[in-house]
């Protein structure tokens, strides 16, 4: 799973969001490394939305504009489990190694 589509299902398994919320949520889940530009988002939740791992909770009208909010579905939630899952095992074999070289003092 690339880095945004993580983020993205991240950013909706806390709640619903619309696009610009979810942008905004990638960006501070990412500490502001990862930036969606609204085509790539929309995109990517077109994308998302293909393969059933997230769907239209709802719609509203700010301002006169509308606003969908997506949310992350049952298996967009097993699937953002199962990566963590696998990045944090990564993450262990990585630690390991790192503490592995360092210098050993007697």
Known sequence: MREPTFLIL???AGSP???????????TLSAERVTLLP??????????????????DHEEV??????????????GLDALRAETARLRQLTT???ARL????????
């Open 10 to 12: 991240t950013a909706l």
């Open 93 to 95: 074999a990585a630690e």
């Open 62 to 75: 700010v301002d006169g504009r509308l606003r969908r909010y997506y949310r992350l579905t049952s298996v």
């Open 39 to 56: 085509g790539t988002l929309y995109t990517a939740l077109d994308r998302l939305t293909a393969q059933g791992l997230v769907e239209p």
């Open 17 to 27: 969001r619309h696009g610009y919320g979810i942008i905004q949520e990638v960006t």
């Open 99 to 106: 503490r592995a070289l360092r210098p050993r003092t007697a």
